[in-house]
């Protein structure tokens, strides 16, 4: 099973702390290497536009860059 991890972030000027599974901070990573941002950068501006809690903004994130990518190579088929 997956363990949960916590970690420290500056986002916006202040520190926070996010809960997220290994495999979603990797997928944020790749996202943010994929878009040449830093993972700092990716969630301030994930941060800036969600509802509710964080870290499942980062994880709903994450679902909706994979669903994307699912979706563009479905068309290339």
């Given at each position: 099973?997956?363990?949960l991890?916590?970690?420290?972030?500056?986002?916006?000027g202040?520190?926070?702390?996010?809960?997220?599974?290994?495999e979603?901070?990797?997928?944020l990573c790749?996202?943010g290497?994929?878009?040449?941002?830093?993972?700092?950068?990716?969630v301030?501006?994930?941060d800036k536009?969600?509802?509710?809690n964080l870290?499942?903004?980062?994880?709903?994130y994450?679902?909706a860059?994979?669903?994307?990518?699912?979706k563009t190579?479905?068309?290339?088929?």
């Amino acid at each position: 099973m997956n363990k949960l991890k916590k970690r420290s972030i500056r986002i916006s000027g202040h520190d926070t702390s996010i809960t997220l599974e290994d495999e979603f901070w990797q997928a944020l990573c790749d996202i943010g290497k994929a878009q040449s941002k830093s993972i700092n950068q990716l969630v301030c501006e994930i941060d800036k536009t969600r509802e509710g809690n964080l870290s499942s903004a980062l994880r709903l994130y994450v679902l909706a860059d994979l669903k994307e990518k699912v979706k563009t190579n479905a068309g290339m088929a």
